[in-house]
């Protein structure tokens, strides 16, 4: 069966919703394998969980918001 998995910062319900649903039906269409087998797993992290250029994802986007 196979498993789609992705990294998010806290999707919001709906967006959860459609990643499931337009991620399978994309993964379906490619791999020719039926929707019902598909398992689709969100890894919720927060801001400081993520690094980019040596700083936390909250402070790398704190930057460049001045």
């Given at each position: 069966?196979?498993?789609?998995?992705?990294?998010?910062?806290?999707?919001?319900?709906?967006?959860?919703?459609?990643?499931?649903?337009?991620?399978?039906?994309?993964?379906?269409?490619?791999?020719?394998v039926?929707?019902?087998?598909?398992?689709?797993?969100?890894?919720?992290?927060?801001?400081?969980?993520?690094?980019?250029?040596?700083?936390?994802?909250?402070?790398?986007?704190?930057?460049?918001?001045?």
């Amino acid at each position: 069966m196979p498993l789609i998995s992705i990294d998010a910062v806290h999707p919001t319900k709906e967006q959860k919703e459609r990643l499931i649903a337009e991620l399978t039906k994309t993964a379906s269409s490619i791999l020719g394998v039926d929707e019902k087998f598909f398992y689709v797993l969100i890894k919720e992290n927060d801001l400081d969980n993520w690094g980019v250029g040596g700083k936390t994802l909250s402070q790398f986007l704190a930057e460049q918001k001045k």
